[in-house]
């Protein structure tokens, strides 16, 4: 998560690839994002940008303060040839 105060700077970008050098260093294969709030549709469209892809979908497993529940996404992008 980025601070508010924080976003439009590219920190959430970078702590993505960052995340994934480290993950390949340590020898993963592939990373996955277990609960994205689907309301959140600027970490969706940057983790799609950054090549991950939404492989499920949690009916209404966020309740959202202000649009009550809305679904959780799954993402998931390799990171290496196996």
Not at 21 to 32: F, T
Not at 57 to 81: E, M, S, T
Request: glycine share 8%.
């Amino acid at each position: 998560m980025v601070s508010s105060f924080a976003r439009g700077r590219g920190l959430a970008t970078t702590m993505c690839r960052h995340s994934q050098n480290i993950a390949l260093d340590l020898g993963y294969k592939a990373m996955q994002f277990n609960f994205v709030a689907s309301s959140n549709e600027g970490a969706v469209r940057l983790w799609c940008k950054l090549g991950f892809n939404i492989v499920g979908r949690l009916p209404k497993a966020f309740n959202h303060p202000i649009q009550g529940y809305v679904d959780a996404l799954v993402l998931f992008k390799w990171l290496a040839d196996c």
